[in-house]
């Protein structure tokens, strides 16, 4: 089974300040919040089927296309620049040799890469032997997106996670980390 993650050198991320830990990955996963921006998806997305052969000679669907395409290259631009904060304020503001989840998913459904697979992460406290996984915004306040849980769930799926734990359930986290409806949605 296949995945699409984006790269970082997609998501223009900047090189790590120091080298990586190699770590061998079980079957649980951290759920992590970004707590930071939240990105609106581009509303008005097409289903699978308008994109067939026989509706792209139809000139209403084909400026439909068009329209939401622009609006979702938009929010692509949006969810890089995230990313590149993130990476900014893990690397420079708290010294960290770089991002310190492995994927962060957006309410788009796009998930991009952090850390690379295989290595420690600097996401929690006694937890960063697991992969970390974050949604971007604070979801204290916001429910998480159809799209965005379906990405989850095929993403915990492609990298074989049976054990899902919320950060704020780790020994030695003081925190409400990944907000409330995502505990309650993912029952974490």
Known sequence: ?????????????????????????????????????????????????????????NRRVQRALRAYDRKDAHVREREEAAMRSIQGLHQRGRGWTDIGYHYVIFPSGRIYEGRPAGTMGAHARNGNQHPGISFAGDYEERTPTAASLGAFAHLTQ????????????IPGNATACPGRHLKTTLGL
């Open 1 to 57: 089974m296949s995945i699409d993650v984006i790269p970082r050198h997609e998501w223009g991320a900047q090189p790590p300040r120091g080298t990586f830990t190699p770590v061998r990955w079980g079957a649980t996963g951290v759920v992590h919040h970004t707590a930071g921006e939240y990105v609106d998806p581009a509303d008005g997305k097409p289903g699978v089927g308008w994109r067939a052969r026989r509706y792209l000679t």
């Open 158 to 169: 492609h990298l074989g996670l049976r054990i899902l734990i919320g950060h704020y359930r």
